[in-house]
């Protein structure tokens, strides 16, 4: 009976979560638009907690310490403008507008290896083979580039209303700081008392789980970006902050996000020559073997209790029904439902 009923359980459990998975999906535009703010705040308050708390800790009001640190991020935020981000946006506008040269010249590339297995001695089925999948690579790669192009100039002519999702967010976040304890009885008061122990221990892991992915992923994308821009710096790249800015995000993906980063500076060297794009190679492979060795061990690896095939399995789910978002949200949402699962069990049995 026991079995049947943990059974029982364990379906229901597996079906509202598909059930749930799939809704998103049917209405992820509203969704992701309506989420955006919160989870913003999210990240926000999980990064700002540990601070908060060093603050409190001196006799400093929880109000007055995140009002302090939002002071501290404002004055960040200034000197970036000032020191840093004129740099960042002028590297944005330079590959930007160097695109369509870049383009060319892949496209005059490809021509002349295409040339090359024309004028070969191999079979005509061979060269018909070979031609047509560099062809299918070419159009995949151009489309990629420009999808994500256009994608990007949307984001910045968006750019209003991203400010404003990251003003809503720091006020969110504001409160989840401040009145966490509030929003814990609250909800705590609305369930049978014969739960609250398992929601409160299962609550508890979830944050758990949620403070070591965020804190720990910004903390090494941060390392892992300000590296790998030296290192670009180092062998004469053009566009080194940005190129590091984007290694450092792709960072956050496990696994793939690595390779990803890699793509747009190992191609832009490659225009200079193949002994550059080598040595773009060199550096993050250098860079990450230093994450491997020594950043990710003591920051965020095994915390989240995620199998490295149940990892990879999140992340491949997430990029193929959301794209890189999925890919960067997919693994904390498989450890907090696998969390779910495990203390539901635990609770019926």
């Known amino acids: 009976m026991i079995v049947r009923k943990k059974t029982f359980v364990i379906f229901l459990l597996v079906l509202t979560v598909l059930l749930l998975v799939y809704s998103i999906y049917i209405f992820r535009a509203k969704v992701v638009a309506i989420l955006i ?4 705040a ?18 400093i009001p929880c109000s007055l310490s995140i009002i302090l640190i939002y002071l501290l991020f404002t004055l960040c935020i200034i000197v970036s ?31 002349g290896y295409m040339s090359h297995i024309q004028s070969s001695k191999w079979s005509p ?18 489309n990629f580039i420009m999808d994500n192009l256009s994608k990007a100039l949307n984001s910045m002519v968006k750019g209003v209303t991203i400010i404003l999702d990251l003003t809503l967010s720091m006020l969110i ?25 398992g929601l409160i221990n299962t609550g508890r892991e ?21 590296l790998e821009s030296i290192g670009l710096f180092i062998v004469h790249v053009k566009y080194p902050l940005v190129l590091g800015f984007i290694g450092g995000i792709a960072n956050v993906i496990p696994y793939f996000g690595p390779f990803l980063g890699c793509i747009p500076a190992v ?30 061990p003591k920051i965020i690896e095994g915390k989240l209790g995620l199998h490295p095939l149940t990892t990879i399995l999140a992340v491949l789910i997430g990029g193929e029904f959301f ?27």
Request: hydrophobic share 50%.
């Open 42 to 59: 999210i990240i926000i308050s999980y990064s700002l907690k540990p601070l908060v708390t060093k603050l409190e800790s001196k006799k």
């Open 37 to 40: 703010p919160f989870v913003l």
């Open 323 to 349: 794209g890189i978002v999925g890919m960067l949200i997919s693994v904390p949402i498989f450890a907090i439902v696998k969390v779910v699962i495990k203390r539901s069990v635990e609770s019926i049995v």
């Open 267 to 296: 191609a832009l060297a490659l225009i200079d020559s193949p002994v550059k794009a080598f040595w773009v190679i060199v550096v993050f492979i250098v860079v990450q073997q230093i994450d491997n060795a020594f950043i990710s």
């Open 125 to 142: 089925e061979i060269k018909n083979a070979i031609l047509q999948e560099i062809q299918n690579g070419s159009n995949s790669i151009q």
């Open 173 to 197: 976040a504001y409160y989840m700081i401040k009145d966490s304890k509030i929003f814990r009885e609250t909800f705590l008061s609305l369930t049978p008392r014969k739960w609250r122990n």
């Open 81 to 111: 403008t000032v020191f840093i981000i004129p740099e960042l946006i002028s590297n944005t506008k330079e590959l930007i507008d160097s695109l369509p040269e870049l383009t060319n010249k892949y496209q005059n590339i490809v021509k």
């Open 206 to 226: 979830v944050n758990m789980v949620l403070s070591n992915f965020i804190q720990g992923q910004l903390m090494t994308a941060l390392i892992v970006g300000i």
